[in-house]
């Protein structure tokens, strides 16, 4: 059971008996700093399975936690529209491609991660 709290600066929170952000049926907070924001909490952990716990619609950002760790399957666990980044069980980490894809104005950077230790020669 989460417990909504409103602020008049249009905060939303939602909270479990120990004060934990959580809400298992939706987002857990939307800051005041930035309303298109939402962030998915189960009791204090940043987590949700079926989609990114940190959801900005205005900038079509998105990343992706598993109780706390960056974390994605089939996807970027950090997915922005210049910066894309695969996470497995809170470690940069993808195999026989980039983990980290940075798109610049004139360039594009890789990085290769593997089990959260970068690969130089690849």
Same mark, same amino acid.
């Given at each position: ?33 930035? &309303?298109?924001?939402?962030? !998915?909490?189960?009791? %204090? @952990?940043? #987590? +949700?399975?079926?989609? *990114? /716990? ?26 922005? &529209?210049?910066?894309?980044? !695969?996470?497995?069980? %809170? @470690?940069? #980490? +993808?195999?026989?491609? *980039? /983990? ?23």
């Amino acid at each position: 059971m989460s417990r909504k709290v409103e602020e008049n600066c249009g905060c939303i929170e939602y909270f479990n008996d120990n004060y934990q952000l959580h809400n298992e049926v939706g987002f857990a907070a939307i800051r005041c700093s930035n &309303p298109n924001k939402q962030y !998915w909490y189960i009791n %204090g @952990k940043i #987590h +949700r399975e079926d989609g *990114p /716990a940190i959801y900005d619609s205005s900038r079509k950002e998105e990343e992706w936690y598993f109780f706390n760790l960056k974390h994605r399957v089939k996807g970027p666990a950090v997915d922005y &529209p210049k910066l894309k980044e !695969w996470w497995k069980d %809170g @470690k940069r #980490h +993808r195999l026989n491609a *980039p /983990a980290v894809i940075k798109i610049g104005v004139s360039s594009k950077v890789n990085e290769y991660w593997e089990f959260g230790k970068e690969r130089k020669n690849i």
